[in-house]
């Protein structure tokens, strides 16, 4: 069986991917409403430490970091995890000695918020 070279294959339609657009929020209004960090000095530790292609401080067009007034907005193409979010505000406040008194809590799908621990309860519990 032999082909003509007029008998040609069709193209292959390939698709574009869409480039999922992950956005993550931390919510620093605690601390800041009491004067312990300000959310500029996250958004800066941010920028200088999330890494990209193994770099950091090259966030290039693959991530965004915002702020909105105590909330700050981490914007980030598909593979980037809110866990590695959580990493860094943890070590953001271990930088600022502050993570034996505040802690990362998971508030919905894709927020965190900063809590104080219960130290006063700990401290009734103590004296009963």
Request: charged fraction near 25%; glycine fraction near 4%.
């Amino acid at each position: 069986w032999h082909l003509s070279p007029f008998c040609v294959m069709p193209a292959i339609r390939r698709e574009k991917k869409k480039i999922q657009i992950l956005a993550f929020y931390v919510d620093l209004t605690a601390p800041c409403e009491d004067n312990i960090f300000t959310p500029e000095a996250v958004e800066t530790f941010l920028k200088q430490r999330i890494k990209v292609n193994g770099k950091t401080g090259q966030l290039g067009n693959q991530v965004t970091v915002t702020r909105n007034g105590t909330v700050v907005k981490i914007q980030a193409h598909a593979p980037f995890s809110k866990r590695y979010v959580k990493y860094l505000t943890k070590k953001f406040l271990k930088q600022q000695q502050l993570r034996d008194w505040i802690r990362v809590v998971s508030s919905n799908k894709n927020t965190y918020t900063l809590k104080y621990f219960n130290i006063h309860d700990e401290e009734a519990a103590e004296e009963k």
